[in-house]
């Protein structure tokens, strides 16, 4: 499963983005899909899931500010980053699988991340 991100960019704080993941059957994997960042010279830190129920949870940092959501029919998830900050700026990559189901430890899958640069 190769998963491809999209919608990086730069922007001046304040400013909105929105990333996208998307691969065939991806909001059907019941591992659920999750956003994660790493900033130059940091570990990779967590942003937010969705699971296939459609519940959503989010990093401290970003919550009230960044909305996980999916699109079933495209099978893309999305991830709408509001009121952006420096500190923001990181490479965000999606990933899925990585969970028991049943018996089984499913794959894990990465894409290969988007740049998001928050600069004025």
């Known amino acids: 499963v190769q998963l491809v991100e999209s919608g990086g960019g730069v922007v001046q704080p304040g400013g909105f983005l929105r990333l996208s993941c998307t691969a065939p059957g991806l909001t059907s994997n019941r591992c659920g899909v999750n956003w994660f960042r790493q900033a130059a010279g940091s570990q990779r830190e967590w942003v937010s899931t969705?699971?296939?129920?459609?519940?959503?949870s989010y990093a401290d940092f970003v919550k009230g500010r960044f909305t996980i959501s999916k699109d079933k029919a495209n099978d893309t998830v999305y991830l709408q980053m509001n009121s952006l900050k420096p500190e923001d700026t990181a490479m965000y990559s999606c990933?899925?699988?990585?969970?028991?189901?049943?018996?089984?430890?499913?794959?894990?899958?990465w894409g290969q991340g988007t740049q998001v640069t928050v600069s004025s």
């Open positions: 990933k899925t699988g990585g969970c028991w189901i049943g018996t089984y430890y499913s794959n894990v899958y």
């Open positions: 969705i699971k296939i129920d459609g519940s959503t």
